[in-house]
């Protein structure tokens, strides 16, 4: 197992341009995390999976976001209509069971909408 | 509020020196677990240390350490023989009620000088 990944590694849209994330957490992980970072900030959470079941959804994803996990396995996020308040890394991050065993992060999807 | 703050932005240190980054946070549980994440320049978060808020002995993980006072809510990492590649953002972190998802501080910026 090589660990979660995420792709594509950069991405640069123009403006109302849609743009979907893929991510691939460790196989035996069951929850599945998104955040979005922006520079000089800490995570900010998005939502999580428990196996396919999107369980929470944060305020911060708008009915533009869309994320899904068919068959418990990679997700994927959909931004649709791109903003340039959009421009953020993404994160992914898997875990075993809940939080508290700590999260193993993807390197991120910077999104660039210019 | 289920909150994680950590006041320093930014701290250096010498090399082969120790320093501590301080993080606090609010809860109202009385059994939690707490994090630190170390984000090298544009490279992946990874995981630094885990502390179990039931047990009164502080983790030690290597050079890092922790300082753990559960009365004060206070949560500050040491770092001793401070090496070049300890450079990065540290991000102080708890799953809030629930367990479902993991708050981050804002970071603080260590650059470890030679």
């Known amino acids: 197992d090589t660990g979660v990944s995420q792709d594509p590694r950069h991405k640069i849209t123009k403006r109302g341009q849609n743009v979907t994330f893929r991510c691939d957490p460790i196989?035996?992980?069951?929850?599945l995390y998104w955040y979005r970072q922006t520079l000089g900030q800490g995570p900010e959470f998005l939502t999580y999976?428990?196996?396919?079941?999107?369980?929470?959804k944060s305020r911060l994803l708008s009915d533009r976001f869309s994320a899904e996990r068919p068959k418990g396995s990679f997700s994927t996020l959909e931004i649709q209509r791109t903003e340039q308040g959009d421009s953020a890394m993404y994160l992914c991050?898997?875990?075993?069971?809940?939080?508290?065993?700590?999260?193993?992060f993807g390197s991120g999807t910077r999104l660039t909408v210019v | 509020a289920q909150t994680v703050t950590q006041s320093q932005p930014e701290m250096s240190v010498q090399e082969a020196e120790t320093v501590t980054l301080s993080c606090t946070y609010d809860?109202?549980?009385?059994?939690?677990?707490l994090f630190w994440y170390k984000q090298p320049p544009s490279r992946q978060m990874i995981l630094v240390i885990r502390?179990?808020?039931?047990?009164?002995q502080n983790a030690t993980e290597n050079r890092f350490s922790v300082n753990f006072q559960k009365a004060a809510k206070s949560f500050s990492l040491k770092i001793s023989d401070s090496q070049l590649g300890d450079t990065a953002m540290y991000f102080c972190?708890?799953?809030?009620?629930?367990?479902?998802?993991?708050?981050f501080g804002a970071g603080t910026r260590l650059t470890v000088k030679p």
């Open positions: 991050a898997s875990s075993l069971e809940t939080a508290n065993y700590g999260y193993t």
């Open positions: 196989s035996e992980h069951n929850r």
């Open positions: 999976f428990q196996n396919e079941a999107q369980l929470e």
């Open positions: 809860t109202s549980e009385s059994n939690y677990y």
């Open positions: 502390q179990e808020a039931y047990k009164q």
């Open positions: 972190a708890f799953p809030p009620l629930g367990n479902n998802d993991m708050r």
